[in-house]
């Protein structure tokens, strides 16, 4: 007797429901990732209380050393891998929206929160120093202020991170041409960003073409479908890679100059592998996370994790120097623990911040969180665990 078709094919049903099953994965595997990049991205921006020279004369003693293990091994995956996440959900993002919703949609959820992120570091950086509370960069003409507050032509001199939101911003008013080129020119657009990031280029369109780089990866990952291929890789093995090329990284920062190892093109190239292994890391260590009993928890802090980004440099350069008293400056034997402990004071402070903001004055904490914290009124919130939910961010 032969088995019915249904007792040797999977119902539709079962199909949607297996697709499902994936498509929630995949949607915390994207929340937890975002938390931890932005958590990785304070080591890159911790406070040390040492300026330039004096942290580049301390790069081969054993804090120093501490530093950049912590910046490149947990730090400098972050854009790499928020860029493809970027990347990887904007087509199903625009198709369902059309260009003038899409573009109104991240004018608001980036390009004004990034102004008036700017604007408040000013005002604040500004007040701080001229009470004489810290040493900070001031406004000196009127361009400074303006290409401090729109990041135009170089990078933000007190909200160093904004560089990423506005060269994501110039990535997402091409989107309308990327969705539409055939695999192999965009293939040809990652050929010609990965060239300009190796190259000493310097052209306004983009302040790190890098970004450009991983966010049409993050398009091809789509197109091909490998998303979830690349988050089952073994662990072990992206742990040796990332390991392997960290310490190439790690080396030629503290003695590659000694060496004669200093060719700006390699420097390049071994930091674009370090951070697309990196990438890779984190995301199939955030896939394995969004199955445990920890994706809850991590979770709950994924709609603060954009307003840690906007705020945390602000809270680093007003909070820094006041803690960095007591602990003294990196090479002081207390400094250590409140470098690894800054991630997790910034975030303490941001969710105060944004619950603050949210009981007080929502329509505030809205605009600055980017539509993620206290929807007003009228607005029905998606749910946050959601495909649809995180292509909005």
Wanted: aromatic share 10%; net charge positive; hydrophobic share 55%.
């Amino acid at each position: 007797m032969q088995p019915a078709s249904s007792d040797i094919q999977p119902s539709r049903l079962q199909v949607q429901s297996g697709l499902q099953v994936k498509g929630d994965r995949l949607s915390r595997t994207i929340g937890i990732a975002r938390v931890m990049c932005l958590l990785g991205i304070v080591y890159v921006h911790a406070w040390t209380g040492r300026g330039g020279d004096e942290l580049q004369a301390m790069s081969g003693t054993p804090q120093g050393v501490f530093r950049w293990v912590l910046i490149d091994l947990l730090g400098r995956s972050s854009v790499p891998l928020l860029s493809i996440i970027s990347g990887w959900l904007v087509a199903t993002s625009f198709a369902k929206r059309g260009w003038k919703t899409f573009m109104s949609g991240k004018v608001r959820t980036i390009l004004v929160p990034m102004i008036l992120w700017n604007a408040l570091a000013i005002l604040l950086i500004w007040g701080a120093e001229s009470a004489g509370w810290i040493l900070a960069p001031t406004p000196t003409t009127w361009w400074w202020t303006i290409d401090e507050l729109l990041c135009l032509a170089t990078p933000d001199e007190i909200n160093v991170q904004m560089s990423f939101l506005r060269d994501l911003f110039v990535c997402m008013l091409a989107v309308p041409l990327l969705v539409r080129l055939p695999n192999w020119a965009l293939w040809g657009v990652v050929a010609v960003a990965l060239v300009w990031t190796l190259s000493a280029f310097q052209f306004l369109l983009l302040q790190r073409p890098s970004i450009l780089l991983f966010f049409a990866i993050g398009m091809l990952v789509r197109r091909y479908d490998v998303a979830v291929k690349a988050a089952r890789l073994p662990i072990a093995v992206l742990a040796i890679a990332y390991a392997a090329v960290a310490s190439v990284q790690i080396g030629l920062e503290i003695v590659g100059a000694q060496l004669g190892l200093n060719n700006p093109v390699l420097l390049a190239s071994v930091d674009v592998v370090m951070r697309s292994t990196t990438a890779m890391f984190f995301w199939a260590l955030a896939w394995r996370i969004a199955e445990s009993r920890f994706a809850r928890p991590v979770l709950r802090f994924e709609p603060y994790a954009f307003l840690m980004f906007c705020a945390h440099l602000i809270m680093i350069w007003l909070a820094g120097p006041l803690i960095g008293g007591f602990t003294g400056p990196i090479g002081s034997p207390l400094y250590p623990p409140f470098l690894l402990l800054q991630p997790a004071l910034v975030l303490g402070a941001t969710l105060v911040l944004g619950n603050v903001l949210s009981h007080t004055v929502p329509k505030v904490a809205w605009v600055l969180s980017g539509g993620r914290l206290a929807v007003p009124r009228r607005q029905t919130p998606a749910p946050a665990l959601t495909m649809s939910s995180a292509a909005t961010n």
